[in-house]
Nanobody
Framework: QVQLVESGGGLVQAGDSLRLSCAASGRTFSMYAMGWFRQAPGKEREFVAAISWSGSNTYRSDSVKGRFTISRDNAKNTVYLQMNSLKPDDTAVYYC????????????????WGQGTQVTVSS
């Protein structure tokens, strides 16, 4: 049974930073890219960032480039999302993901989802 457990969400002000963490358990995760999606109220779930199993390749959506950084620690089976210069538009539930379908998976191509963590950015 694969489990993805996110932490680190919260309420911050515009311009602040947060770091999300996601710990994976239940199997080996080689060949899986780990990543993050988010979903704001009334909007579709959207891709945020992903990182290859080795950590050598990453991809981020245009909306977060230059502000968010994704990294992973395979010894801990953990992926991180460092979010800087947060904006109110970043307010959403953030979901950790595992996918075998590369660094830009569609939601339908995500193999495993976490339960989500709320990030709220006030103006």
């Amino acid at each position: 049974q694969v489990q993805l457990v996110e932490s680190g969400g919260g309420l911050v002000q515009a311009g602040d930073s947060l770091r999300l963490s996601c710990a994976a358990s239940g199997r080996t995760f080689s060949m899986y890219a780990m990543g993050w999606f988010r979903q704001a109220p009334g909007k579709e779930r959207e891709f945020v960032a992903a990182i290859s199993w080795s950590g050598s390749n990453t991809y981020r959506s245009d909306s977060v480039k230059g502000r968010f950084t994704i990294s992973r620690d395979n010894a801990k089976n953990t992926v991180y999302l460092q979010m800087n210069s947060l904006k109110p538009d970043d307010t959403a539930v953030y979901y950790c993901t595992l996918s075998r379908f590369g660094l830009r998976p569609r939601p339908s191509e995500v193999d495993y989802w976490g339960q989500g963590t709320q990030v709220t950015v006030s103006s």
